[in-house]
């Protein structure tokens, strides 16, 4: 009689959007109990990062030393700036740039009507030359210099919301934003973008007003988001209205939460350090890719050593109207205690920011994590955010080679004439990894 092979084919762990601490702490146990796990480094990862980008959150918030509050004079800046780009959308020859002088004297025939029309010009001609920051600009610079060797993020406070309409305050933010960062990114995958890229994404709950079963990214939501990153260098939130309860911003430093995996589970640093299932949320062409979720780049003559950790947690376990695809390897069960411990961490060592209306947040993405509280709106308190997804060529890391088609789907060839900047909100389309 012939025996009977059985086959166990791998399936996905028992692991959520929302991490659960004691699955997390059962699995770890487990795990130790009945593995051999590497006790050393892979090679070249440090056994411990030392630099500013490496904090601890109870000590960022016993400070203010990052938070830039913008003066009178730096508001008028601003203005001026608004008025600049306004007259010189609606009465310049875009392929004649102009100066300063010359558009002042042009600024002196905008009336209302006129400057209006300036908005049916695609914003994506906003940058450092068309919404100039003479005096500004040099802070600017400096605190895009902190934000890649520095501390890694900073908050500037007190832009004057209620003066403008939407639309000229997200004239205000691209433009201020232009002289941090004067690369926008792209908020969708460009399989969705019809010859056009959303630059500036609305992060509000409308999940009462969606159809329902639409909705697949958290901050379609008023949920809790967990700590993750983004696509791309930089990313920056206005804060155009707080929730009337919750909706707290949460960042912590991910090379701070990778010197404590390295000392107590260098095991996570080979599962992190090596090829992950990424879910193309049924993308016919990729239905997943693969790719680490931490790399280590070693000191130049010019730049120090850096690990970079890119990942968001719903790429893995799926999340409302996007479940994990089925057609697709599971991750494993070392991924999954892998993804809840950097969860973990990163909340245990996080700073809570004080996200006021008209702050607006910069942190670098390639060391800091990020999340938000779940939140509560009321009448008139609804929070109400807009992103951008920045890169500052001068100061710019170095793209691991994995992440490249990724960054070239957020910041490669993004031309003026095909930005877009949506006044409100709608549902967001992934973008891919």
Known sequence: ??????????????????????????????????????????A???????????WEGKDVEKRDDWIFKLNDAQREEIHA????????????NLSHPVTIAKCSQEREICDPVLKFTALKL?????????????????ELRSLSKELHAGRGFFVLRGLDLDRYSREDNIIIYSGVSSH????????ED???????????????????VAQAGTIGAPSNTNDKQVFHTDSGDIISLLCLSPAAEGGESQISSSWFVYNILAKERPDLIHTLSQDWPIDGFGNPSRPYTTRPLLYHQPATGSTEERVLIQYARRYFTGFLAQPRSTNIPPISEAQAEALDALHFLAERHSAALDFQ?????????LSI?????????????????????????????????PLRNRWDNVYKDVKEEEQVFPLGPKLRKTVGS
């Open 122 to 138: 695609s914003l994506g001609y906003i940058n450092q030359d068309t919404f100039p920051l003479p005096n500004l600009r040099v």
């Open 190 to 208: 460009q399989r969705f973008s019809n010859g056009t890229s959303v630059v500036i994404s609305h992060i509000k709950d409308i999940s009462r």
């Open 44 to 54: 070249r990862f440090p056994a411990q990062l030392s630099s500013p980008l490496v």
């Open 357 to 365: 209306k008209g702050d607006v947040q910069y942190i670098n993405n």
């Open 1 to 42: 009689m012939s025996e009977v092979l059985t086959v166990t084919q791998p399936t996905q762990p028992d692991i959520q959007y929302h991490p659960n601490y004691e699955k997390y702490l059962a699995r770890g146990e487990r795990r130790k109990a009945t593995e051999t796990l590497p006790k050393t480094l892979p």
């Open 180 to 187: 941090v960062g004067n690369i926008r990114g792209r908020q």
């Open 369 to 401: 994590f990020h999340a938000r509280k779940g939140f509560r709106d009321g009448p008139g308190k609804e929070r109400h955010l807009l992103r951008l997804w920045l890169r500052d060529p001068e100061n710019a890391w170095e793209t691991p080679e």
């Open 81 to 92: 700036a608004l008025e600049h780009f306004k007259c010189w959308s609606t009465h310049l």
